[in-house]
C-alpha cells in the first residue's frame, strides 16, 4: 500500500512556487530573479536541515549535496541577473558627435545606446578636416558625415591605368561613403575608387575600418536594420540625382543635388537632439533608465510578458526566431563560372548607372 509523505519544508515549497512563476514569464529579467529566489529558499532549506512540514528547521542536521547544488546554481543564476541590471546602468558616451550618431541609429533602427556602444562606437574614430582637406583612403574606411560638406568623386582606371573621374557630385551631412563596404548589396562598385575632399571647414566624419563593417553591420538585428536604413537614404539621393540631374557649374546652395535651404553648418536632422515625444520610456529595457525606476519596469514586464500556458493564453509566436541569422554571403565565383542571378545583375546595374552617371 502507498503511503503519502509528509510534506517537504516551507523553504521547499516556496522554492518551486518561484518554479512555477518562471514559466509563466518571457522576460528573461524574470526568469532570473524567480530563479535566484527559487535556489535561495533550496539553499536555506540545506542550511537548516532540510525539515518536513511544518517545521522550519532540523536542528543538528546540515544537507551537504543540497548547500552545493544551491551555491552554484544560485551563483549562475545570479551572475546572469547581475548582468541585466548592468546592462541597465546609464551610458556615457565620450562626445557630443557619438551621442549624435546614436541618435541617428535610434530614429532609424530603435538602437539602445549600450548595444550602440559596444558595437558601433567602440569601432569608430570621429575625424574633422578642413577645407581643401583629402579624407583617407576609402578602400581602407568607411564614413559617415556628421557635419559639413564634401566633394567626392568616383575614379576608375582606364586602359593606360590613370585614374579617370567618371563621377563627381557633393556629400551633405548623414550620408555614407562607400557604402560598399557594408555588403548589403551586390554590386560592381568594388571596381570604383573615391576620393572625396572637404569643401567647408570643420568637416567631421566618422570614420570605420572597412574590414570590420560586415560584423559591425551584422551584430546586432537593431543596429542591421540602422545600418540598412543608412544606405538606402545613400542610395536614394543617387537615384534622385541621377533622375533629376546637376549642375556642376553651379555653387553649392543652387546645386539641385543638394536642397537650397543646406548652408555649410546643415546637420541631418537625424543627428539633432531627441524631442520629448521620442524619448524612449523609462521601464522599457535599454536606454540606462530602468534603475532609476525598477519596480515599474518590473511591473511593466510582468504585464507585458506574463504568458501562463495554453487554454489560458495562446502561446507567442516565434519567442526564439530572433537567433535566426540572414543567410551567409556567397563564396566567390569561380572565374569560368557566372553565378549571379538576372535579378541580381540587374539591381547591381541600376545602382551603378545611378552612381556614376554623368550630371
Known sequence: M?????????WI?????????V???????WIRTFLCFAYIFFWLNAC??????????????????????????????????????LDEMPVKFASEEEEALWRSFYR??????????TTVAKHMTVKRYGKGEVLPDSEQFLHILYSG????QLLKQDKSDDEVVQHERIVISGRVFHFKHLKLLDTTLDQLVLKVKALTDNVIVFEFPAKLMPDIVSENPSIHNAWQLLMMDTVSQLADAHVHGTNKSLPLEHNRMVPTSLLEDYIDPRFLPLADWEQPPAVLAGFGRVLEHIWQNYKYSMNRFFTPPWPMMIHPIGLRHQMMP???????PDADVEEDSVASKQLASSIRSAFVADA
Open 23 to 29: 514559466g509563466l514569464f518571457s522576460d528573461l529579467l
Open 326 to 332: 540572414a543567410p551567409p554571403p556567397p563564396p566567390p
Open 2 to 10: 502507498v503511503e503519502i509523505g509528509t510534506p517537504l519544508s516551507i
Open 13 to 21: 515549497q516556496l522554492g518551486n512556487l518561484c518554479f512555477l512563476m
Open 48 to 85: 537548516v536541515g532540510g525539515p518536513l512540514w511544518p517545521d522550519v528547521s532540523n536542528p543538528g542536521t546540515f544537507r551537504l549535496d543540497g548547500f552545493l547544488w544551491a551555491t552554484v546554481n544560485l551563483y549562475n543564476h545570479g551572475s546572469g541577473l547581475i548582468r541585466l541590471f
Open 108 to 117: 532609424r533602427g530603435g538602437a539602445s545606446k549600450k548595444v550602440f556602444q
Open 149 to 152: 560638406n564634401c566633394q567626392l
